[in-house]
């Protein structure tokens, strides 16, 4: 009998995680263009279509979310799109060994606002120090908000980061408004690299 059920929850969570990315993503695979917190899929069907030689994965932990994604790159018919239904930190760890990743995006990520809750926010140093363990040299990081007190803490972040040179001013190669981005007013981006 297992002591804690959420423990082994996730401990199955991860199992079956595991089993689906190397279903997904068999032998030698191409660098991964990934984007966490995907939503919809809007940027990326669009990325993917742009870029047909490109292995692209988009995860959300919302399970509606991913199912409109998926009917979007299915009636697109685009065999190097793939969507996932996880948390970004679990995704990271059931990644199969050797996956490295091409480019990372954050879209509007939830910004939790009060301060008592930024122990929530996606991007923190530890989770910035996972995302490089899979990414080489150069490997860039692109992230955009419209709440500018959240977009100010990832700067300071990323500039005292150990593993990202950040470059905010680096043109982004590929632009298309995401469900949020057109919802707001204002938006502010930063680019990073992989050291
Ligand atoms: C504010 S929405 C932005 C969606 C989309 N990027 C856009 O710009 O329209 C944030 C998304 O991140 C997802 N999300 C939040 N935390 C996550 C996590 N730790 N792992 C995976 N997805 C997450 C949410 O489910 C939600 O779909």
């Given at each position: 009998m297992?002591?804690?059920?959420?423990?082994?929850?996730?401990?199955?969570?991860?199992?079956?995680?595991?089993?689906?990315?190397?279903?997904?993503?068999?032998?030698e695979?191409?660098?991964?263009?990934?984007?966490?917190?995907?939503?919809?899929?809007?940027?990326?069907?669009?990325?993917?279509?742009?870029?047909?030689?490109?292995?692209?994965?988009?995860?959300?932990?919302?399970?509606?979310?991913?199912?409109?994604?998926?009917?979007?790159?299915?009636?697109?018919?685009?065999?190097?799109?793939?969507?996932?239904?996880?948390?970004?930190?679990?995704?990271?760890?059931?990644?199969?060994?050797?996956?490295?990743?091409?480019?990372v995006?954050?879209?509007?990520?939830?910004?939790?606002?009060?301060?008592?809750?930024?122990?929530?926010?996606?991007?923190?140093?530890?989770?910035?120090?996972?995302?490089?363990?899979?990414?080489?040299?150069?490997?860039?990081?692109?992230?955009?908000?419209?709440?500018?007190?959240?977009?100010?803490?990832?700067?300071?972040?990323?500039?005292?980061?150990?593993?990202?040179?950040?470059?905010?001013?680096?043109?982004?190669?590929?632009?298309?408004?995401?469900?949020f981005?057109?919802?707001?007013?204002?938006?502010?981006?930063?680019?990073?690299?992989?050291?």
């Amino acid at each position: 009998m297992t002591a804690n059920p959420h423990q082994a929850e996730l401990a199955e969570r991860r199992r079956a995680l595991r089993a689906e990315l190397q279903g997904r993503l068999p032998g030698e695979t191409l660098p991964m263009v990934w984007e966490i917190g995907c939503g919809h899929g809007h940027f990326l069907a669009a990325y993917a279509a742009a870029h047909r030689g490109e292995l692209c994965v988009g995860v959300d932990q919302e399970l509606d979310r991913i199912r409109r994604a998926v009917r979007k790159q299915e009636r697109a018919r685009l065999t190097n799109l793939h969507f996932v239904r996880s948390e970004a930190g679990l995704f990271l760890e059931a990644l199969p060994p050797g996956v490295v990743f091409k480019a990372v995006y954050v879209l509007f990520p939830d910004p939790w606002p009060k301060r008592r809750h930024h122990k929530h926010r996606l991007l923190q140093r530890g989770f910035m120090h996972a995302v490089a363990d899979r990414a080489g040299e150069g490997t860039p990081f692109y992230f955009r908000t419209d709440h500018e007190p959240y977009f100010r803490d990832v700067e300071t972040m990323l500039q005292q980061h150990p593993d990202w040179r950040l470059e905010p001013w680096t043109e982004w190669p590929f632009e298309l408004a995401t469900v949020f981005q057109v919802r707001a007013e204002k938006h502010y981006s930063l680019v990073a690299f992989r050291r």
